[in-house]
């Protein structure tokens, strides 16, 4: 009984992290928005953009193209924290290798 209830507890707290990152990824794409739309990070690591003034940055997670915004912090928008290509990509925006098209 005690293991279920813990495998219970742990996906709670997933979901609960999850939505947090979710609330918190809205939030700031509402604000960036709301300014006008800048996407600091795509001028500040200099990577290729769209019409849109979107990062183009090919996904390490799903390998595949995307346009995306980019925070001061070098992290796409479709980031996930704790993720392992996520995190490579993030490493790999700040240090200015991350693939683009």
Sequence with gaps: MDDRFERVIRQQLRKAGRQFEEAKRA???GR???????NP???LYD???DDD???RIVCRRHAERRSVTVDAEGRPACFESGHADCEGCAEDVRDG???TW
């Design 27 to 29: 939030y700031a794409e």
């Design 32 to 38: 960036s928005d709301a300014d006008g739309g800048s």
């Design 41 to 43: 990070g795509a001028e």
């Design 47 to 49: 990577l290729p953009t």
């Design 53 to 55: 003034g979107r990062a």
């Design 97 to 99: 290798c991350v693939e």
